[in-house]
DNA sequence: TCGAGCGGTTTTAAATTGAAACCACCCTGT
DNA sequence: ACAGGGTGGTTTCAATTTAAAACCGCTCGA
């Protein structure tokens, strides 16, 4: 479960949120989190996991405070599991995995989920990043800086 | 290898790139490659992992067509791993994830590496999932459309 | 009080991981 | 020519993890 990490990936900023999440299923049980599941029963359900993994796997979310179990709900006297707001957090990451999906894992005419705003039912836009002046930068128009020493390249 | 995943899965989306992704490391691999690195002995140095490990998942980038190898570039008779665009488009997960892991795993004080625009040096801006006329929108304010069905809530 | 549904844990076999040893190829020096 | 080192892996094997299935305990409704 604690997966040892190296230092320079302990201070990279990628590696340590990789290990809070666990793994693949955890992401998909957040996913389903977003799309409303709140029992036990319901994600094992939704996700076709082994019930001792999904255990293991909600075990490790609560953990790490990616999830919380609320008493009821809605009368039952069982406990329900939700979001955080750091679980919450990690909306921006699921939309990037889905963008990325659309964009080389479906043909062009292949049917697909489509993610759109609630408000107005069009797709939302392609996530963007910006720098502070707006500019739109990809990967190569980036760098990242190291605490205290000098700059150095690439996005580590 | 392959993980089987649900029907519901297969469309959604979110679990078809997982799969193909296959575990931390690759994304791992992903990262050090935006970071320069193309040497399979690069990889190995910089995340640490095995061998044999390192050498399943560089198979298995190359197989999903996230990587490809290049013959030379600098003489000697080995080829290079670098990012094909599918790899490239990577890069806004890359950065979700760095963001969620600056606001959640690092206190207020600690020193962590910082993403920077390579022009003016400042730092980027937030990721921000955007509607058509521009609103932020977040998880709330989203939901999935199945392909030919009647519109279902959530972000699935 | 019987049975069913829910939410797990335990048990067990199978698959995966990872460390280390091994190997092949190319280049360099002598 | 050939010894040796760097690079890029594969093989071997023990240990960990996964996953399926059986089991268990609680609560509720009949």
Not at 44 to 70: F, P, W, Y
Request: glycine content about 10%; proline content about 5%.
């Amino acid at each position: 479960m604690a997966k040892r990490v190296s230092h320079r990936d302990s201070i990279c900023g990628v590696a340590r949120p990789l290990d809070a999440i666990g793994d693949w299923w955890s992401l998909l049980i957040v996913r389903d989190a977003f799309d409303g599941l709140r029992r036990f029963g319901e994600f094992q359900k939704s996700l076709g996991l082994a019930k001792n993994i999904l255990s293991a796997r909600l075990r490790n979310l609560l953990a790490h405070g990616i999830m919380e179990t609320v008493p009821a709900a809605d009368g039952s006297p069982y406990q329900e599991y939700v979001l955080t707001e750091k679980g919450r957090g990690l909306f921006p990451l699921l939309v990037a995995l889905r963008q990325w999906g659309e964009d080389f894992f479906f043909e062009p005419d292949e049917a697909h989920v489509l993610l759109v705003d609630r408000k107005s039912g069009l797709p939302v836009r392609r996530l963007e990043l910006r720098a502070q002046d707006g500019r739109v930068v990809g990967a190569g128009d980036t760098m990242v800086r190291l605490p205290q020493t000098s700059p150095e390249n690439g996005i580590a």
